[in-house]
T-cell receptor
Framework: GAVVSQHPSWVICKSGTSVKIECRSLDFQATTMFWYRQFPKQSLMLMATSNEGSKATYEQGVEKDKFLINHASLTLSTLTVTSAHPEDSSFYIC???????????FGPGTRLLVL | GNSVTQMEGPVTLSEEAFLTINCTYTATGYPSLFWYVQYPGEGLQLLLKATKADDKGSNKGFEATYRKETTSFHLEKGSVQVSDSAVYFCALSPYNNAGNMLTFGGGTRLMVKP
């Protein structure tokens, strides 16, 4: 149980285009989803926290207009990287949790390469 | 604020060697503590956790004991295998945190040689 999927697992796009990454909780209802960014050989950096049906809370320094997060249902959250640039290339990981439970379940990650 | 400090890697061991990865934390109250493992090219998987002082989390031969007096949660395994090669992250979640926020350490890369 507690499986989280991400799609796509790999994406290569041209500079200036937008990319949408999906995060789904497959066998449970996730009241909270988190989006992280991980640079090579570094730890995870929390980008934002989203609760179903409400606006995401972004961490300091994360541009909310560039990284659009939508948590439309209890099983789906999306991260859209708008007008992507090469510096946005990274490994994006989502996680999901249930209110009152401290454990987060992580997706397999999405590797984004912007040319 | 909350913080987690891990020993820097990489840690290189021979198969069947004993493993210790140190983790210390700073937090108010009584956080829950976690170890996550990340295999190459994959997301994080929960390895083990402990929610109160003196609890021992264990899984797949790994174990860690929540030591409040030393604010530590060191990861140990008696005999590592090549398949244990991965990056290990120590993390904490503050007590009564409705948002389930995790604070991660920097990660420790483990390389096990046959």
């Amino acid at each position: 149980g507690a499986v989280v999927s991400q799609h796509p697992s790999w994406v290569i796009c041209k500079s200036g285009t937008s990319v949408k990454i999906e995060c789904r909780s497959l066998d449970f209802q996730a009241t909270t989803m988190f989006w992280y960014r991980q640079f090579p050989k570094q730890s995870l950096m929390l980008m934002a926290t989203s609760n179903e049906g409400s606006k995401a809370t972004y961490e300091q320094g994360v541009e909310k207009d560039k990284f659009l997060i939508n948590h439309a249902s209890l099983t789906l959250s999306t991260l859209t990287v708008t007008s992507a640039h090469p510096e946005d290339s990274s490994f994006y990981i989502c996680s999901a949790s249930v209110t009152g439970k401290e454990t987060q379940y992580f997706g397999p990650g999405t590797r984004l390469l912007v040319l | 604020g909350n913080s987690v400090t891990q020993m820097e890697g990489p840690v290189t061991l021979s198969e069947e060697a004993f493993l210790t990865i140190n983790c210390t934390y700073t937090a108010t109250g009584y956080p829950s503590l976690f170890w996550y493992v990340q295999y190459p090219g994959e997301g994080l998987q929960l390895l083990l956790k402990a929610t109160k002082a003196d609890d021992k989390g264990s899984n797949k031969g790994f174990e860690a004991t929540y030591r409040k007096e030393t604010t530590s949660f060191h990861l140990e395994k008696g005999s590592v295998q090549v398949s244990d090669s991965a990056v290990y992250f120590c993390a904490l979640s503050p007590y009564n945190n409705a948002g389930n926020m995790l604070t991660f350490g920097g990660g420790t890369r483990l390389m096990v040689k046959p």
